[in-house]
């Protein structure tokens, strides 16, 4: 019986897919993920009431709203001392309006922080997401 050495024809249709180059990029991306995602990770700071960076200044076309605490857990809106019922009244009145103002959300530092939170559900309650909670400047 005699061999033959002659080579296969070459057009032939290669009939599996080379993985490597694939395995090889899933590889890169997972390293990249496992270095980048810690620096995304945000350590939340406790001692809020008290900042030593100076403050950015606002935009000219935002509106402000202030909502203050003081020491004895009483409410103001801007100047005006009111109830939390009537707080949640305005709330939901400003909710309605088209442009949405900024919320200032000020409150003593020796306060507990379960009237901050109380205030704050009222703002996610009514869709408002323009929050900020004012600290002082060290």
């Given at each position: 019986?005699?061999?033959s050495f002659h ?6 249709a290669l009939s ?98 379960q009237k901050i ?22």
């Amino acid at each position: 019986m005699a061999r033959s050495f002659h080579k296969r024809e070459r057009l032939t249709a290669l009939s599996e897919i080379n993985v490597t180059p694939m395995i090889d990029m899933s590889f890169a991306l997972l390293i990249i993920f496992m270095i980048t995602t810690p620096l995304l990770e945000q350590s939340i700071q406790v001692d809020l009431p008290i900042e030593t960076a100076t403050r950015t200044p606002p935009a000219r076309e935002a509106r402000f709203q202030t909502i203050t605490i003081n020491s004895e857990g009483v409410y103001y809106w801007s100047q005006e001392q009111v109830t939390i019922d009537e707080l949640e009244n305005r709330i939901k009145l400003l909710a309605q309006q088209n442009d949405l103002p900024v919320i200032h959300v000020r409150g003593d530092m020796t306060l507990q922080y379960q009237k901050i939170i109380e205030v704050m559900d009222l703002l996610k309650q009514n869709r408002l997401s323009k929050i900020s909670l004012d600290t002082r400047v060290k």
